[in-house]
């Protein structure tokens, strides 16, 4: 596992990201991406946590993160990397955040839906000690199956 570098940090997304998210969700997600007002409403909304990684002052992906209020558990809604940044820690660094997020807000589990097509994503999931929890049919625009996947807290 390569770790990243201290020119890392998470912070808050702001408006002012809309175009860098919005250009690496397309990427990442083709006909499943969020649009851009979704994705402004999800800024602002009080119950999602909209975080940023930046590496080298570089908009390096994005976690999204649902909270219900006094529920034990958080959904991990969205978590993208830029194509031109992966496979350097990014995406393990998000996932330490949400954990982290995810402890320190009422000792929380977290759910996720993947790709059952998606091996790097679920790799990296399980790697993180989440666990299949079922299969839901037909769940992506292409037909393709969702895994839902938990973390106990
Ligand atoms: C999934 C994603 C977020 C991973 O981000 P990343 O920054 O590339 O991941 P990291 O470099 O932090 O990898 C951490 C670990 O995850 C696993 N992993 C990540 N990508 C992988 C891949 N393509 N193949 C196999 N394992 C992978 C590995 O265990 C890796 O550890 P290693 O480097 O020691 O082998 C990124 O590939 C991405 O944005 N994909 C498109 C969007 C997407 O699929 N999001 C998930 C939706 S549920």
């Known amino acids: 596992m390569r770790t990243l570098t201290s020119n890392s940090n998470i912070r808050k997304?702001?408006?002012?990201d809309l175009d860098a998210v919005?250009?690496?969700?397309?990427?990442?997600?083709g006909m499943d991406a969020f649009g851009e007002r979704q994705m402004r409403y999800l800024m602002k909304s009080a119950t999602s946590l909209f975080y940023i990684a930046e590496?080298?002052?570089l908009l390096a992906g994005y976690v999204i993160l649902l909270i219900r209020k006094n529920s034990?558990?958080?959904?991990?809604?969205?978590?993208?990397?830029?194509?031109?940044?992966r496979g350097k820690g990014v995406g393990?660094?998000?996932?330490?955040?949400?954990?982290?997020?995810?402890e320190n807000r009422l000792k929380?589990?977290?759910?996720?839906?993947?790709r059952t097509t998606n091996s790097g994503a679920i790799q990296l999931y399980e790697r993180?000690?989440?666990?299949s929890v079922k299969?839901?049919?037909?769940?992506?625009?292409?037909?393709?199956?969702?895994l839902v996947m938990k973390r106990k807290p």
């Open 108 to 114: 929380s589990s977290l759910k996720l839906e993947v």
């Open 135 to 146: 299969i839901i049919p037909d769940y992506y625009h292409d037909g393709c199956d969702a």
């Open 72 to 85: 034990h558990q958080m959904r991990i809604y969205s978590i993208a990397v830029s194509s031109l940044l």
């Open 55 to 57: 590496t080298k002052n």
């Open 128 to 131: 993180n000690k989440f666990t």
């Open 92 to 102: 393990q660094y998000l996932i330490d955040f949400a954990l982290k997020t995810a």
């Open 22 to 29: 919005m250009a690496i969700e397309t990427e990442s997600f």
């Open 13 to 16: 997304a702001t408006l002012a």
